[in-house]
């Protein structure tokens, strides 16, 4: 080999140790690194709708020791600047913060809708200048955190309100499980939101047409008590009821001694002359001149009594209606009772339709049985999306098993929810239904009471 060709092999040789050389020292020695993961704190107004967000920013100084990057102290770098800008990734007219020597810094007021992007630079002992990558946050998003590739848009401040079909599973922390959901699963949140919202409404009716002191004429509340609140039905009509009403010379008791006064007659009932027996016509003819004579004027004072408390309470209705069947038919020996029975069961039982109309109980079993079955279409139609996503997949060649289970639990997950919010508040309208039920039923059954103590001797 020529002394030449020596020359310029052995010239190549030191130019190559020289590049690898070079190539290792260019390794930066440090290296800023922001953290994807920003935490945020969220600004509503009175509405409950967000306004403005406040996010922490934060950082970490690595350094290149042994042929990587490895974490170390922040102070190792010195005059921290946080570049900040609204809507330019290049940084052309940045806000600038001087956070001194610390690894994070609040960055307030943040307004909805707005992107925003972040980096930060500082220097080491030898004024070397060191970057750190590019972060951007975007408040509204669906998402949290921010530095991602993917943008999933933007979302809308009409989401925040209570009438949203997002509303309920933002307060449960599941955002993300409506905005991936399909139209279809969307839908149903919607609509089995809108059953709870309507069930609320009627739940508030219920309360109102149920009322006890709504239904029979009861005494206003003097004191926080458990009666007064609860199942206590039965504890707070006996502590309530209106003494004009109930009491000892009110209008039931006085009804009653009227027909304890009629029942007297037959204390001595005429009889026939020789054996002795009854005689039934005459003394029919005698009850019929007493109810003429006495027992129909006090019926006719008793009605008079009743009518203020006709307009309010269904109870005075349905005991109104006995005394005027009474007054009619009270002469009949023997047949006042079924007439005056039948009389007050009609009107009983249209009582019980009004009140159920006016609150509209059925509606909240029908809205309680129709929830889940929302819920298990929005969960089918998402889960046919889900196969149907897999096997687009497949046709496309990705054979990645791993990626593919994972792709098909999250849309069985996010499929299960519709079910399981339809179910809650299925269960939910189902348990209002058997409550007020269960106090209608109560309310019947008191009317009930109340007449047959009355009428024990009609």
């Known amino acids: 080999m020529s002394y030449r060709k020596c020359m310029i092999f052995g010239g190549l040789i030191l130019f190559l140790v020289a590049f690898q050389t070079g190539f290792v020292d260019a390794q930066p020695l440090y290296d800023i690194r922001m953290n994807p993961n920003i935490e945020r704190i969220v600004k509503k107004n009175f509405l409950g709708i967000p306004k403005s967000e406040d996010i922490t920013l934060a950082w970490r100084v690595m350094e290149y020791t042994n042929g990587t990057y490895q974490e170390t102290a922040i102070n190792k770098l010195f005059n921290y600047e946080v570049y900040s800008s609204a809507n330019d990734s290049s940084f052309a007219s940045p806000n600038i913060m001087r956070p001194g020597q610390v690894g994070s810094v609040l960055i307030p007021d943040l307004k909805m809708g707005e992107t925003y992007y972040f980096r930060v630079q500082a220097i080491d002992q030898n004024n070397q200048l060191y970057h750190s990558n590019i972060v951007w ?59 709870m919202l309507v069930g609320i409404l009627i739940w508030i009716a219920c309360i109102r047409v149920f009322s006890l002191g709504k239904i029979f004429p009861m005494s206003k509340l003097s004191s926080f008590k458990l009666y007064n609140y609860g199942f206590q039905y039965d504890s707070a009509f006996q502590h309530r009821k209106n003494k004009e009403f109930f009491g000892e010379d009110g209008i039931i008791h006085s009804w009653k001694k009227v027909i304890e006064s009629t029942a007297g007659l037959l204390d001595k009932p005429p009889k026939l002359e ?46 109104r209606a006995g005394l005027a069947n009474h007054e009619i038919n009270g002469y009949k020996f023997m047949e006042a009772s079924s007439e005056v029975d039948r009389a007050i069961e009609n009107r009983a039982m249209m009582e019980i339709e009004q009140l159920k109309g006016r609150s509209k109980l059925e509606w ?28 687009t997949q497949s046709e496309r060649g990705i054979v990645d098993a791993s990626a593919k289970i994972t792709q098909l639990a999250g849309g069985i997950n996010e499929a299960l929810w519709t079910t399981i919010f339809g179910l809650t508040a299925g269960i939910l309208l189902t348990v209002l239904y058997y409550v007020f039920k269960s106090k209608m039923d109560w309310v019947y059954g008191k009317w009930e009471e109340i007449y047959v103590d009355v009428s024990e001797k009609l």
């Open 137 to 195: 946050v975007k408040p509204g998003r669906a998402a949290e955190g921010g530095g991602g590739d993917e943008d999933i848009g933007e979302v809308s401040w009409t989401a925040y309100i209570p009438f949203h079909g997002r509303f309920p599973l933002t307060l449960l922390g599941q955002r993300a499980v409506y905005d991936r959901a399909t139209l279809l699963g969307k839908a149903a949140f919607w609509v089995i939101w809108w059953f």
């Open 274 to 319: 020789g054996d002795k027996s009854l005689d039934f016509d005459r003394l029919r003819t005698s009850i019929a001149t007493w109810w003429r004579d006495v027992g129909r004027i006090e019926i006719q004072k008793l009605q008079k009594d009743i009518d203020p408390y006709c307009d309010r309470f269904s109870t005075a209705r349905i005991i």
């Open 364 to 391: 909240l079993w029908n809205l309680g049985a129709l929830a889940p079955l929302i819920g298990l279409f929005g969960t089918v139609t998402g889960i046919s999306v889900s196969f149907q996503n897999l096997a």
